[in-house]
């Protein structure tokens, strides 16, 4: 017997961070949005846990026991006193190391498809926990929509979205690791007070009346300096992108990944269009949110 899910990207459209906590993470005000670019994951019993993964970037991906779906497949069969074994199968669509929860993506898809599997009968607070230890960004892979991720971004308050929003994402040549990027961070802000992190009202009521123009106005990434601190390049691609006529242009996450904002899907395939010519960028996809977290299908 075999379990699917499918599982989306996401795009930050607002990351307020904090100063480092003495654990090493950064309290953050994080407006997650979920996109339609998926991950599948098929989880099927097996004689012991093996991990396959198959799509564009596949060869980026560990399929040791590092792997986050393989890890969510490891605490649940811990919690439940059973054993791991299960084929898990990972259809990537998500770039990797792009700051849109590709790995998250894969933990939330691999849990659920394996709670699903072995009816461990789990509820979803036990579902989010267990997401929460995987790591800050799973919880909401599970959920999907919109919401606000408050502590370390684990801790989620889901939000209403009055309309759907259209999005170009630019992919890099080579990815950006997350911690690193948080460290840039820190270098940056060295000597300066840095305010504790707040979701901006502008920002909620725009994604609440899914005002694209008001969306547009508000966004914002406080990883953005660091990560054009490691990867200068990426000034190129937010250039190509708003002379191409984006909304709004912003680093999604830690990056490497840029997303712009457009103003409808014809815009979206237009914007899309000059920046696979600008040269800028490994790959360009058009994906609209909020969609759905993980799903079985
Ligand atoms: C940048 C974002 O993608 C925005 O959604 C997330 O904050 C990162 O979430 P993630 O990849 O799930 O990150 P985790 O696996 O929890 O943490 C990886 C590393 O990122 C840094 N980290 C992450 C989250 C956070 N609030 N503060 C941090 O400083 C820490 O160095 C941590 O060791
Ligand atoms: N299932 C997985 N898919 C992709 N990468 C994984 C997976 N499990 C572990 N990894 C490791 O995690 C690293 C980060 O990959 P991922 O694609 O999750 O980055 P990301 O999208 O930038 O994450 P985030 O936006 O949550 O910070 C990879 O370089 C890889 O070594």
Same mark, same amino acid.
């Given at each position: 017997m075999s379990v699917t899910v499918r599982v989306p990207?996401?795009?930050?459209?607002? +990351?307020?961070?904090?100063? *480092?906590?003495? &654990?090493?993470?950064? #309290? +953050?005000?994080?407006?997650? +949005?979920?996109?339609?670019?998926? &991950?599948?994951?098929?989880?099927? *019993?097996?004689?012991?846990?093996?991990?396959?993964? *198959?799509?564009? &970037?596949?060869?980026?991906?560990? +399929? #040791?026991r590092t792997n986050l779906a393989a890890r969510a497949a490891l605490v649940l069969a811990e919690r439940y006193g059973r054993a791991p074994d299960v084929h898990i199968h990972i259809a990537k669509d998500i770039p990797v190391a792009g700051g849109m929860a590709g790995g998250s993506a894969d933990g939330a898809g691999a849990l659920l498809g394996c709670d699903a599997l072995w009816g461990t009968g789990a509820s979803r607070g036990e579902l989010l926990d267990i997401c929460a230890e995987l790591g800050s960004d799973v919880p909401f892979?599970?959920?999907?929509g919109a919401a606000l991720g408050t502590g370390r971004g684990e801790r989620l308050t889901e939000l209403e979205v009055g309309g759907s929003f259209h999005w170009v994402f630019a992919m890099a040549a080579r990815g950006l690791s997350t911690p690193a990027v948080f460290r840039e961070f &820190?270098?940056?802000?060295?000597?300066?007070?840095?305010?504790?992190?707040?979701?901006?009202r502008d920002l909620l009521d725009a994604l609440a009346k899914g005002d694209v123009d008001a969306l547009a106005a508000t966004v914002s990434n406080d990883l953005q300096p660091a990560a054009l601190s490691l990867f200068p390049e990426l000034a190129d691609t937010l250039a190509a992108g708003r002379a191409a006529g984006a909304l709004a242009s912003l680093v999604s996450g830690s990056g490497p990944t840029i997303a712009f904002l457009a103003g409808d899907a014809e815009a979206a395939e237009g914007i899309a269009g000059a920046l696979r010519a600008s040269g800028t960028c490994r790959t360009v996809r058009t994906a609209a949110g909020p969609v759905p977290g993980a799903t079985v299908v």
């Open positions: 990207a996401k795009v930050n459209v607002q +990351l307020a961070v904090g100063a *480092a906590r003495p &654990d090493g993470y950064h #309290d +953050l005000a994080n407006v997650f +949005l979920a996109v339609g670019l998926h &991950d599948e994951i098929t989880v099927t *019993a097996a004689e012991e846990l093996r991990v396959t993964c *198959a799509g564009p &970037d596949a060869g980026q991906v560990p +399929l #040791d892979s599970l959920v999907g &820190d270098r940056l802000a060295k000597g300066r007070e840095i305010p504790g992190p707040v979701a901006s």
